[in-house]
T-cell receptor
Framework: AQKITQTQPGMFVQEKEAVTLDCTYDTSDPSYGLFWYKQPSSGEMIFLIY??????QNATEGRYSLNFQKARKSANLVISASQLGDSAMYFC???????????FGSGTKLNVKP | NAGVTQTPKFRILKIGQSMTLQCAQDMNHNYMYWYRQDPGMGLKLIYYSVGAGITDKGEVPNGYNVSRSTTEDFPLRLELAAPSQTSVYFC?????????????FGSGTQLSVL
């Protein structure tokens, strides 16, 4: 079974502070990839960061980093120095290497306060 | 580089009508997907394709059909539209480079069935 869980429907963070968005997953595939996407109010899906299950180091992309804890099956997104433009929905997704499907979590709505 | 192109962007259907959502990608990706996103929710996979001539069901295929006659095009057909099909529809394509994978989304089609 493949499952992605995001337990935070909504989050608030003060501008310039860091925030962590939680994501846990379950998969029967020994090799898989984890993804985070941002969906602003305009609706498009913007790729943020990718982590492979065999990657030894946590992925980073600018202000985004992925806190990957394989034993705990978690792939939390950390946004440093939050900006007002970070206000959006954030989706965690997973794809097993032996499966052809991407599975998405239910999303976390992040609001950055000035 | 157009990426993934979806048409139309908006559509209103009456109950029982049918229509085709068009999706085309110019990146020569083998993998293509159709997702639906209900308000405030995550993405649910409707159908996917691993190459021309090959399609398979996702999580929520009922009421939809797809075809993949070429690598570029992956249209989604709605037969006998129902209010439950009111949603935003995203087409996506993906490629794999080594151990890294990336999913590209179209801009979405907002469909209302009244």
């Amino acid at each position: 079974a493949q499952k992605i869980t995001q337990t935070q429907p909504g989050m608030f963070v003060q501008e310039k502070e860091a925030v962590t968005l939680d994501c846990t997953y379950d998969t029967s595939d020994p090799s898989y990839g984890l993804f985070w996407y941002k969906q602003p109010s305009s609706g498009e899906m913007i790729f943020l960061i990718y982590q492979g299950s065999y990657d030894q180091q946590n992925a980073t992309e600018g202000r985004y980093s992925l806190n990957f804890q394989k034993a705990r099956k978690s792939a939390n997104l950390v946004i440093s120095a939050s900006q007002l433009g970070d206000s959006a929905m954030y989706f965690c997704a997973m794809k097993g290497d032996n499966f052809n499907k991407f599975y998405f979590g239910s999303g976390t709505k992040l609001n950055v306060k000035p | 580089n157009a990426g993934v192109t979806q048409t139309p962007k908006f559509r209103i259907l009456k109950i029982g009508q049918s229509m085709t959502l068009q999706c085309a990608q110019d990146m020569n990706h083998n993998y293509m997907y159709w997702y639906r996103q209900d308000p405030g929710m995550g993405l649910k996979l409707i159908y996917y394709s691993v190459g021309a001539g090959i399609t398979d069901k996702g999580e929520v295929p009922n009421g939809y059909n797809v075809s993949r006659s070429t690598t570029e095009d992956f249209p989604l057909r709605l037969e006998l539209a129902a209010p439950s099909q009111t949603s935003v529809y995203f087409c996506a394509s993906s490629y794999r480079e080594g151990r890294s994978e990336k999913l590209f989304f179209g801009s979405g089609t907002q469909l209302s069935v009244l």
